[in-house]
């Protein structure tokens, strides 16, 4: 049977010190030259391939939580989600009542952007920017205007938990669009992410199926971002790092992403 196999990056793929164990590399690279149809879907954009240098991925890559299918050699995107109008008014709305000012992802005049508001920023914002050092896409604004300009497909709320849990708690009751607040693994500030309404994991990794002609859908993943992926897979594997919310919809749960849980179950699993 011809299977998909996706794997998340952060907490998944990804030690902690964010990057992929040779011994992994090995092993997926090998897996791949073999014939395993193996790709990856994260929240990440630009830094999805700079993390997984080394990688020899031969099939499309799912980036921004399902708001793109790119083919990572050409840079190419397959598939695209952007926000309507109607999105931006309501959205922008909102988080300026609530004094939150996001990071905002489009693309300017065919350009992708990172837009920021430097006049009205936090700490975690500041993190954010500082991690992005030599990024080009990082765009600072100084007023809210600007902030929303262009084709809109990503927006991050980063903040402290008592600020950001009750903005996700009236979001849910806009339909137009969806939101995912989780933890950073990383730093302690947590993240509200607003992406498209068909945008998800769940529907690129359908998308990407149909479009290589596999039968089955193998996952692996450690956060709440990865529950959608998992109800759409045949099997679905939870880090032994991830969320109980992960844990509970599990086909079974791996070994951590620090004792490289991916790689060992693939090369454990897959008839060579």
Known sequence: MKTLYVSDLDGTLLRQDQIIS??????????????????????????????????????????SNGVFIMDRKTGERILKNSFNSDDISIISEFLNKNSIYPLVYSFINGIEKVSWLSNKTNKGIL??????????????????????????????????????????????????FKFLLQKNIYYPEYWCELMPKDASKANAVLQLKERLGCKKVVSFG???????????????????NAVPELKKIATGIIDTNENDGVAKWLYENIKK
């Open 22 to 63: 040779k011994y992994s590399i090995n092993i997926l690279n090998n897996l791949i030259k073999a014939g395993t149809l193996f790709t990856y879907a994260t929240a990440r954009s630009h830094s999805a391939s700079i993390v997984t240098k080394g990688l020899e991925l031969e099939i499309p890559v799912i980036i």
């Open 127 to 176: 993190r954010d920017i500082n991690d992005r050092k030599g990024d080009n896409r990082i765009r600072e604004v100084f007023d809210i205007g600007s902030l929303y300009e262009g084709d809109v497909f990503y927006i991050i709320c980063i903040g402290d938990e008592q600020d950001l849990i009750p903005l996700s708690k009236n979001l849910q009751e806009k339909e137009t």
């Open 222 to 240: 450690d956060g709440l971002n990865d529950i959608s992926l998992f109800e759409i897979s045949d099997e679905c594997y939870a880090m032994g």
